[in-house]
């Protein structure tokens, strides 16, 4: 029995965290296009310099780039001279895009909990945040709610609500609980903190 239990527990913790790979896998943005076009660029330049080596070192050369007036003007360039500095910077921006391209962008989608590793669920962050400030106007005397999720290595809900009361009491608080139940029902795979901002009447 109690073998049987250890190892559906061992099951189910490796379930959950298939679960999770495969989510956070599926809702991470790649960049593409960034990517592909960096490496484009870079592959016609490198292509046509192969085409024309080759075919001068065949004998038969194809004049893709006059070689002369480069040749010459590459003798007589120094290292601060303008053109070479701004192919230097081109390079160094193409190589910091396809460096850049290799980072995961920002997920548009939040990644839910579940046991079955084989699927992946996620919620919009746009839907999510418009449930949330709903969440928040439920609270009596909250006359407007704004939600952002904020991510990084803390990762918030930052709700920024007003009340038409000139004594709010404990009206953030409520706020703070009812965005908090209106998040736990989501069961996020990754937990967020809630942070209210509360405005009232000073007249």
Known sequence: ?????????????????????????????RRVLLLGGTGLLLAVAAGGTAVQVLSTMVGTPIRIVPVGPVAHALRRAAWHDGPVLAVAGAVAVAGALLLLGLVPGRPRREPLRGTDGRLAGGVSRRDLRRVLA??????????????????GFRRRVVVRAATRYRNPANCADLVRQ???????????????????????RDD
């Open 1 to 29: 029995m109690g073998e049987t239990l250890v190892h559906d527990l061992i099951e189910e913790t490796h379930a959950r965290q298939q679960s999770r790979r495969t989510a956070l896998a599926e809702f991470r943005p």
């Open 178 to 200: 009812a965005v908090r139940a209106r998040l736990d029902g989501f069961d996020l795979m990754r937990d967020r903190r809630v942070v209210v901002r509360l405005s009232w």
């Open 134 to 151: 709903d969440a928040a106007l439920d609270v009596p005397g909250v006359d407007r709610a704004r939600v952002r999720l904020r991510g």
